[in-house]
């Protein structure tokens, strides 16, 4: 049996896949995208999020195969060839970023949570990021930008 | 390795599980946990996984419905966020928006919750208050039963191998006082300690509580149920209540040394809890 998905806007077609093998396994190890970080594997630290069909989920907690026949977007399918994403570039301008492990998970969190809910107030974002672990800034800077990627996203700021 | 199927429809699950070699998967956060720990003491992945969270069966979700159903395969988020559920079952609402994070309630289901048995499980201590009963079915037939039958022990249950749980029904629309409460490490994300849910009638004819975390299983205080029966609303009856039901938790648990802290958590916990529950009936603090 062949695993099909949609990765990041392209279809992928791999076959041998374990079924107990974890989406973050396969991201990372099968197909090279290493943007996706393994924190604790156990779904504590929501460095590993993607989005599964635009929601985020932990993708260490999440099994390869529940991918099929959907579309996953990881850090890596965010930009476009020029410019970043509204919520990457937002995160760089609030100084969001020290280390960096946590950032892509931050940022599929914030983007998902953002898709939804295009101007929410600070305990939403709390709440959206709860799952998100940051051992670097503190999280003031990050709720920042989370705020400034509202506002990029609404066009009220360029 | 172990081969993944996706169930088409319930004869093909059911024929699959009956089988006996394969575990289920729903949302997955407790079973790839699992998996994970199998792993790294080199013990063998199951030989079939078999991913039930397509069946429609168990996505069915019909809160308002006379006898309402909450199907397995239901996500933590959808009971959050579906405002007929918040409308018919609130306490299922307010349990679920307080179980792990974005990301687990997105992909947690809560007939997952109750299967995997974790004394620490939100979603089984709402159900077990609101007397909630399993549907299960097997390549025998189907059966019924309350929650406190099915979950005996921490990630024990009374499933037979072979057998799906398909959803939840609740008897009759319960009251509308609804409450949840949790005590965890910090208010995110953390397991529960212990976690309390509570429904009450205007009457005090028919209040239902259940506490969890802090037993094997979540239990109905039926004591405590039985002295709120036969008293007078009021701060005083909130309180004896609490009093009630830390006497329960320390006759179950014993004086351990996490008592020191917990017992006197159940008592308050439990004490707001009556009283915004009754709030939420319109009735004075
Ligand atoms: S690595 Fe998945 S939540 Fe930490
Ligand atoms: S920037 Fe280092 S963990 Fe968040």
Redesign the pocket.
Same mark, same amino acid.
């Given at each position: 049996m062949e695993l099909i998905f949609k990765l990041n806007g392209e279809e992928v077609r791999l076959s041998q896949v374990p079924g107990e093998e974890s989406l973050l396994t396969l991201l990372r190890e099968r197909l090279g995208l290493t943007g996706t970080k393994e924190g604790c594997g156990v779904g504590e630290c929501g460095a590993c999020s993607v989005l599964l069909d635009g929601k985020v989920v932990n993708s260490c907690l999440t099994a390869a195969w529940q991918a099929a026949g959907r579309e996953v977007t990881t850090i890596e399918g965010l930009a476009g060839d020029e410019d970043l994403h509204p919520v990457q570039r937002a995160f760089v301008e609030a100084g969001a970023?020290? =280390?960096?492990? =946590? @950032?892509p998970g931050?940022i599929l969190a914030a983007k998902s949570l953002l898709d939804q809910n295009p101007d929410p107030d600070e305990e939403v974002i709390k709440n959206a990021l709860a799952g998100n672990? =940051?051992? =670097? @800034?503190g999280y003031h800077d990050i709720i920042r930008a989370v705020r400034r990627a509202g506002k990029l996203l609404r066009g009220e700021t360029s | 390795m172990s081969s993944f199927i996706i169930a088409r429809d319930l004869p093909e699950a059911l024929e699959i599980m009956g089988r006996g070699e394969a575990r289920i998967i729903a949302g997955g956060t407790d079973l790839m946990i699992h998996l994970r720990q199998a792993r790294l003491s080199s013990r063998q992945a199951p030989p079939v996984i078999l991913d039930v969270s397509r069946l429609p069966e168990l996505q069915r979700l019909e809160p308002g419905a006379p006898r309402p159903f909450v199907g397995a395969g239901v996500t933590f988020h959808r009971l959050e966020s579906d405002p007929e559920v918040a409308r018919h079952l609130p306490l299922l609402a307010q349990a679920a928006s307080m179980v792990g994070s974005l990301q687990v309630r997105q992909t947690g289901t809560i007939g997952g919750n109750v299967a995997n048995a974790s004394p620490a499980a939100d979603g089984m201590t709402a159900l077990t208050a609101l007397g909630a009963r399993a549907e299960i079915a097997s390549l025998k037939g189907y059966r019924e039963c309350s929650i406190e039958e099915l979950v005996t022990a921490p990630n024990k249950t009374t499933l037979a191998p072979g057998e799906i749980i398909l959803g939840f029904t609740v008897e009759e629309a319960p009251p509308a006082g609804q409450v949840f409460a949790k005590v965890g490490r910090r208010q995110a994300v953390s397991v529960a300690r212990l976690n309390l849910a509570i429904s009450l009638d205007p009457q005090l004819g028919d209040p239902r509580i259940a506490l969890g975390a802090c037993f094997p299983s979540p239990r109905r205080l039926r004591d405590v149920e039985k002295l709120i029966r036969q008293g007078e609303p009021g701060r005083q009856l909130w309180q004896a209540a609490g009093q009630q039901a830390a006497q329960h938790f320390t006759d179950v648990c014993g004086w351990r040394s996490s008592a020191v802290y917990k017992a006197p958590a159940v008592t308050r916990v439990t004490e707001r809890a009556l009283e915004r529950a009754w709030q939420a009936l319109g009735g004075a603090a």
């Open positions: 970023v020290q =280390c960096g492990f =946590c @950032t931050m672990l =940051c051992r =670097c @800034t | -």
